[in-house]
């Protein structure tokens, strides 16, 4: 996303194609682009049903979060 300058969760792929080959047994991806702080988009997530069911991912036992300002990502995943 970052090298192409688009942030849309299909952008090299669709999400579970770019996730398919690391054995995960759940993957979510939050993604954010206008926000200027953390704490904004996180906010904004949390309002969105859909991204609020991704950050409370019971089974996730991993999260990444780059520091991308101004653009943002989470992604979760569980293990197998």
Do not use: Y
Request: proline share 5%.
């Amino acid at each position: 996303m970052a090298a192409s300058g688009i942030m849309d969760h299909n952008v090299a792929g669709s999400f579970a194609s770019r996730v398919s080959g690391a054995h995960l047994g759940v993957a979510a991806e939050n993604i954010a682009a206008g926000t200027k702080t953390w704490t904004e988009t996180l906010r904004v997530w949390q309002s969105s049903p859909g991204h609020n069911a991704n950050l409370l991912q019971a089974q996730a036992d991993q999260c990444t979060s780059p520091p991308t300002s101004p653009s943002w990502m989470v992604t979760q995943v569980t293990t197998l």
